[in-house]
């Protein structure tokens, strides 16, 4: 039995709505090559390539930026080509270019999504279910003035403070900087928190189920989508970034 998950991004297209679950296995066929995109100022474009792994039916593939809030946009991105047919077991790019003109903040990096599409075929089965799933890929806009050097850790920048039994950590750099997980101590104990990912300037509450750690890691994405668990050492209420 499938059910389809709110995390996928699905789209339906069926005769009931209703019908949220279905003896049937749905996975993605329309792949991009990566999870997240850094658009740095300077650059006209930005390629992502997307792969077909059906070896069998074709796809359709719609293509469009929106913004932090949702909202789909044409400025100052823009994606070519916005729709497009993709054969089995073949690749195809798309392209995301930055509109001349259109100002974005020069002291931090703005934020945008990427939503990939694909439509399957018409199918000729009576009562059929037609899935379209729908990926969602944060799109950074970086200017020159905050480049990231190679390697570099974005989390040793971040402030905690224990505040009871929730962690606050203040973002003080101009990046965004996606929390995935909390280990505590040296036994790096797992703590249930949500992902989030915290603004430029901004700050964040996290629940700590547990208190009196001398370490807490702060696991957090990549530029490449991978996770860096960044150390740091616990006193009282404040933690600070492992200087080693």
């Known amino acids: 039995m499938f059910c389809l998950p709110v995390s996928h991004h699905l789209t339906l297209r069926v005769g ?12 993605a066929a329309v792949v991009p090559d990566r999870t997240r995109v850094i658009f740095e100022e300077g650059s006209q474009a930005v390629s992502v390539t997307l792969s077909n792994k059906n070896p069998q039916l074709p796809f359709v593939v719609q293509s469009w930026i929106e913004d932090e809030q949702g909202k789909k946009i044409t400025t100052p991105f ?5 729709l497009q047919r993709i054969e089995p077991n073949e690749r195809s790019v798309v392209r995301i270019v930055k509109l001349p003109e259109t100002a974005l903040p020069a002291d931090r990096e703005s934020v ?4 990939v599409r694909e439509i399957p075929p018409k199918s000729e089965a009576v009562n059929s279910m037609q ?17 990231r050097e190679r390697g570099q850790d974005l989390a040793r920048g971040l402030a905690l403070k224990i505040d009871g039994k929730q962690l606050l ?18 036994q790096k104990a ?9 603004a430029p300037y901004g700050n964040t509450r ?9 370490q807490l ?23 600070q970034a492992d200087t080693q």
Do not use: W
């Open 16 to 27: 009931l709505l209703a019908a949220l679950c279905a003896p049937l296995l749905a996975q």
């Open 78 to 82: 823009m994606v070519l080509p916005p």
């Open 112 to 115: 945008f999504y990427l939503n």
């Open 131 to 147: 899935i379209a799933l729908q990926s969602k890929i944060k799109l950074f806009y970086r200017p020159a003035s905050v480049k």
């Open 169 to 186: 950590i203040s973002n003080p750099t101009p990046f965004h900087i996606t929390v995935v997980g909390l280990l505590a101590g040296e």
């Open 190 to 198: 797992k703590m249930p928190v949500d992902t989030v990912m915290i």
């Open 206 to 214: 996290l629940p700590l189920s547990q208190t009196g750690f001398q």
């Open 217 to 239: 890691r702060v696991s957090n994405m990549n530029d490449f989508g991978g996770q860096t668990d960044t150390l740091f050492h616990c006193t009282a209420t404040v933690c």
